[in-house]
């Protein structure tokens, strides 16, 4: 099982930023509204997720780090759009088999913490007791030690958190709800605070910067049952051309061919041409109108009314841009 979980590690784990975006995502799916990110030199030496989500029993910790074991899935219909997103059930057993894993929980109905280290070559797990607070953290040390070939693949310290800064801007972005703080080498990097309406401004602030913020148009529109709303920066602050672009459909983040165009269009005439649209924003729109899996790697959806949501964004956009140049 080693190996097929190190093979299942190639897939999941590429550096310490996909194992933050795989632990994070675990977090909230616990429903946690507080997570706290610790990393040491990149990621590479340390990271510690800790959590205040709902936590594991203890007779679950062994169960939680094997493979193909979610307690996720409940039906084949669930298992059917589970496989479809990919390494479902596989991250932590994947994780630990490329690194020295400790996972300690508390569900607020146990009395005491308990921890599970993954440990060895045939990664025995031993269960012991531990003090946490309600919630999980998860502890991953020495990424890829047992496996050099990848280990050597590791970018520069400040590279591989770069990666892990963006994979958390990207997370902050689509949970205004949720507290999240970052920190590198025992200094604090990031601390995104809950938002609602009225302080959503701040956080935005926090994540993209105050260049970004200060620049940027707030739009929020409705048509039928589609709402988009959102950033637009404005042409000063867009200078490459990856930097800055954020959109999320139903709450998570696309590269989507079509709404990508429509955002060019929009700002096709408010830019120079050596500039490049900044934005953030968020497209709600009946799931049933939308199918998400046309391509999980690639973050592409399929919208049934492709035509009505691109022209929609798009006016919604050109109208504001417009304006906000008089
Ligand atoms: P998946 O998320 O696809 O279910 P994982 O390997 O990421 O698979 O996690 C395995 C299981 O461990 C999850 O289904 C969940 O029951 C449990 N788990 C992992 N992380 C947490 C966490 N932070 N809080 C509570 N439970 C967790
Ligand atoms: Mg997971």
């Known amino acids: 099982p080693q190996l097929a979980n190190q093979i299942a590690a190639g ?7 996909s194992v933050i975006k795989e632990l994070v ?7 946690a509204t507080k997570i706290d990110i610790d990393i040491e030199r990149g990621g590479s030496q340390l990271m510690r997720i800790r959590d205040n989500g709902k936590g594991i029993a203890k007779e679950e910790l062994m169960l ?23 390494f479902r059930g596989e991250a932590l057993a994947s994780i630990s088999s490329v690194s020295r894993l400790t996972l300690t929980s508390k569900p607020a109905t146990q009395n005491e913490a308990w921890a599970a280290i993954a440990e060895g070559r045939d990664m025995q797990v031993n269960i012991q007791p531990a003090a946490h607070p309600d919630g999980t953290s998860v502890e991953v040390a020495d990424l890829f030690f047992n496996t050099p ?9 400040k590279t591989e958190y770069q990666h892990i800064d963006e994979v958390v801007r990207r997370i902050a972005l689509s949970r205004f709800d949720v507290q999240i703080k970052l920190t590198h080498n025992g200094a604090l990097q990031r601390s995104y605070r809950v938002a609602n309406q009225n302080n959503a401004d701040a956080r935005i602030q926090a994540i993209c910067g105050r260049t970004f913020a200060e620049g940027a148009v707030y739009i929020e529109s409705d048509y039928q049952d589609i709402n988009v709303s959102g950033w637009l920066g404005l042409p000063q602050v867009a200078r490459n051309q ?13 590269r989507d061919k079509l709404i ?16 490049y649209p900044a934005y953030v924003l968020y497209l709600t729109i009946d799931p049933k109108q939308v199918d998400v899996n046309v391509h999980p790697a690639k973050h592409e959806v399929r919208f049934h009314q492709a035509r009505l949501v691109h022209d ?11 304006n906000s140049q008089q």
């Open 11 to 17: 897939e999941v784990v590429e550096r310490p930023a």
């Open 149 to 157: 070939a990848r280990r050597r693949f590791l970018r520069s310290d």
């Open 312 to 322: 929609f964004v798009y006016q919604t956009l050109h109208k504001a841009l417009h």
């Open 242 to 254: 990856n930097d800055m672009q954020y959109c999320y459909i139903n709450g998570r983040m696309m």
């Open 260 to 275: 990508n165009h429509a955002i060019r269009q929009a700002y096709a005439d408010a830019l120079p041409s050596d500039m």
């Open 64 to 86: 939680a780090l094997s493979r193909h074991a979610t307690s996720k899935v409940t039906s084949l219909a669930d298992l059917e759009q589970i496989l479809s997103l990919g």
């Open 25 to 31: 995502e675990n977090s909230l799916d616990a429903g």
